[in-house]
């Protein structure tokens, strides 16, 4: 591996790479070319391939062209109009050099093609190649859509975030849950102990999501000032009023002491949230005004508390 200040090192980020291969010993191969780079996951056909692919959302998927079920064209179709594993890079393996085929292939969606027999050094690089291009994309992402202060994700990734999410919801007929939450009197807060404090305050609510919220796809993001959004998929509600009250309550366990609040002596939380039912069709700003108003009902009812409304 070159390290330099030019090339980032494959470690950077915990890579997944899903190898769809029918024939045991093909997967043998690429299990041992790869299982220094990232963490392998194996599907033998395409029903499987699309199974695993919603499930683990890998970064890189090695994708046979000519399985049993369904050949690669018709998995890279499913997967490529998926919201959740879209983004996801697909390399073709195939053991015929046909043109029309390869061109096919990069129409879908597909990034490179590799072919069968292998060659193991010409494997290596154009995978090792792949992984450190997304290796880039993932740091750039990263930087564009980090909140600088807190370091939870900022309104651009949640705006992207929420419109996969939606739509994904829509496809699934579940339920999503959509919060925003707001610092209760935190100018004051700010007024009487500092800026300086403000934002270390910002920072521990931050860190009390990443206590709360433990499934893969549960997201929050700093929606700006003492605002913050969270997003729970497929999430009824006894679940969703659950987690939320567990987040006011996190909030209230930190004691950080705001003697200038008349919600409490601590500082707390009001969270207005709605349910998006699947059946029904919300774009983003439709839901983000829904909850927003949600919020102010939570805040004109005293404050440091949930308002749940199901759609």
Do not use: W
């Amino acid at each position: 591996m070159i390290k330099n200040n030019h090339r980032m090192e494959l470690e950077s980020f915990d890579l997944k790479v899903l190898i769809v291969d029918d024939e045991k010993a093909n997967r043998k191969i690429l299990k041992e070319l790869l299982q220094e780079q990232a963490k392998i996951i194996f599907a033998k056909n395409g029903e499987q391939a699309i199974e695993f692919a919603k499930k683990h959302v890998p970064d890189l998927i090695l994708l046979d062209v000519v399985m049993p079920d369904k050949s690669g064209f018709d998995v890279i179709e499913v997967i490529k109009n998926d919201p959740v594993t879209m983004a996801t890079s697909v390399i073709f393996i195939t053991g015929l050099a046909n043109c029309n085929d390869e061109e096919k292939g990069f129409a879908l969606g597909g990034c490179d093609y590799i072919y069968k027999p292998f060659n193991t050094n010409i494997v290596s690089a154009r995978i090792s190649t792949h992984l450190e291009l997304i290796q880039q994309r993932k740091m750039l992402d990263s930087i564009a859509h980090v909140d600088a202060l807190t370091g939870i994700s900022n309104r651009r990734k949640l705006d992207k975030v929420l419109n996969d999410e939606l739509a994904a919801n829509k496809r699934d007929k579940k339920q999503l849950l959509v919060a925003m939450l707001d610092v209760d009197y935190f100018k004051q807060f700010n007024d009487h102990y500092g800026h300086g404090a403000g934002d270390i305050a910002l920072k521990k609510i931050a860190s009390l999501f990443r206590e709360v919220l433990n499934r893969p796809r549960d997201f929050v993001a700093r929606y700006g000032g003492e605002e913050f959004t969270v997003i729970l998929p497929d999430c009824n509600e006894q679940g969703a009023s659950l987690v939320l009250n567990n987040i006011v309550k996190a909030l209230a366990a930190k004691e950080i002491v705001h003697e200038y609040s008349d919600a409490a002596k601590y500082l707390t939380i009001s969270v207005g949230a709605i349910l998006v039912n699947g059946e029904q069709a919300y774009n983003v700003q439709q839901v983000l005004d829904t909850a927003d108003r949600l919020l102010y009902q939570a805040k004109n009812n005293g404050r440091n508390q949930v308002v749940l409304e199901c759609l």
